[in-house]
């Protein structure tokens, strides 16, 4: 693979991720909602899913998904299941004063493992982002110049690495304007219907052609 078509897509990628979507606002409600650790922690899950679908692309089962139309209809259901189930939990779970200060608030390893394990189903679960990847790779794929699965998996490894970096400066900038927030007592709670509202959206996203 040559250095242009790297730096060609590379930039290419930049400009997609860059752009206003659902992983973006994902990234922004949760870092917003819970603090930069967390939305880091998203960002984690959400890169990881992208590895996924980069294997799932270099192998040829992408292509095998989208064309048997039932397969690809239940792993949208799947998805949606999924976030309905997040929606219910966030729309359920009570609205408190917070009396710490976010910054000295105690943080639990399971409670950011659980958020990466959300960001990495979402994005599995997600079928959209297969046929983004199906759309973006075969323009800067070319069989002349070697392995087509080592083109892919570089190709995969620059997407998510880019991603990675954009969604952790959103996390972190983010999660500074989160502290601000959370001085209001009741602020934290109410964030909740903010993710809400995204999630809607990713599903209303997941459907839509």
Not at 20 to 25: E, K, L, V, Y
Not at 47 to 63: E, K, M, W
Not at 167 to 185: E, H, P, R
Not at 203 to 209: Q, Y
Request: aromatic share 14%.
């Amino acid at each position: 693979m040559t250095l242009e078509i790297i730096i060609s897509f590379f930039f290419t990628s930049l400009a997609l991720t860059i752009s206003p979507g659902p992983d973006i606002m994902y990234v922004l409600s949760t870092s917003l909602a819970k603090g930069k650790q967390f939305g880091i922690a998203a960002v984690i899950g959400l890169s990881s899913g992208l590895l996924f679908h980069t294997t799932l692309l270099a192998f040829g089962i992408s292509t095998l998904i989208v064309a048997i139309p039932w397969l690809f209809i239940a792993i949208k259901v799947f998805g949606t299941l999924y976030l309905l189930r997040i929606i219910y939990l966030l729309y359920k779970a009570p609205i408190e004063p917070i009396t710490v200060s976010v910054d000295h608030a105690p943080i639990s390893r399971s409670n950011v493992f659980q958020q990466i394990q959300q960001g990495l189903i979402m994005n599995i679960l997600n079928p959209k982002i297969m046929l983004f990847f199906l759309s973006l790779f075969p323009s800067f794929l070319h069989p002349e110049l070697g392995n087509i699965k080592m083109q892919v998996y570089t190709l995969g490894s620059i997407f998510m690495l880019q991603a990675l970096i954009v969604f952790c400066l959103i996390a972190v900038l983010s999660g500074y304007v989160s502290k601000f927030l959370m001085k209001n007592k009741y602020v934290q709670g109410y964030m909740n219907y903010f993710q809400i509202a995204i999630f809607i959206a990713l599903i209303v996203f997941m459907w839509i052609k």
